[in-house]
């Protein structure tokens, strides 16, 4: 079995699933099979929830005071694992919740699932890639044609219900862009992040 938990530059993160509806062009799961203190990210089978509450059980959280979902797919596309799960952490272990996620997961349930996710997740990060909807279909490649303007709508969502809310992208892209793109998070009073790519 793949990871579950692993760490990465002093954080912890959960890989609860493989999918995803993206393909992003820079994705790092299609240079190497595992990142940080994993050895393979790479699910032969969804984890259920059973063994995704022993990984945490198992794990030590004393030396981290938040748990990020993000690993080689897109945790929401794993919605009711990562809800459930998510409520088990914060009913025994003193960690914040954040969820790493490309913005789409209005789009892949058919229905607004922030109120669900603030029930459990503290902070939240949303991959914007770039600065128009043209661009961004070029690079992520999402299974929806709409869904630059659905990630927007997640994020301002977002940016109403959760304690924190930001935007990333990763430092690859052209300055202009970088500049587009921060005005973007700047017109909806959102924090954006500049990611270093690794």
Known sequence: MADILYTYKNQVYANITNRCDCSCTFCVRSLKDAVGDSETLWHRTEPTLAEIKKAIDIFDF????????????????ALDNLLKSAAYVKERYPVAIRLNTNGLGNLYHGRNIVPELAQVVD????????????????????????????????????QAAFQHTQLSIVDVLPADEIAACRKIADERGICLKVRKYS
């Open 123 to 158: 902070s939240v990060s949303i991959s914007l890639n770039a600065p128009t909807a043209e661009k961004y279909q070029a690079v992520t490649r999402p299974q929806f044609e709409n869904a630059y303007p659905a990630l927007l709508e997640f994020a301002a969502l977002s």
């Open 62 to 77: 004393s030396a981290y005071s938040e748990l990020v979902y993000c690993g080689y797919g897109e945790p929401t596309c």
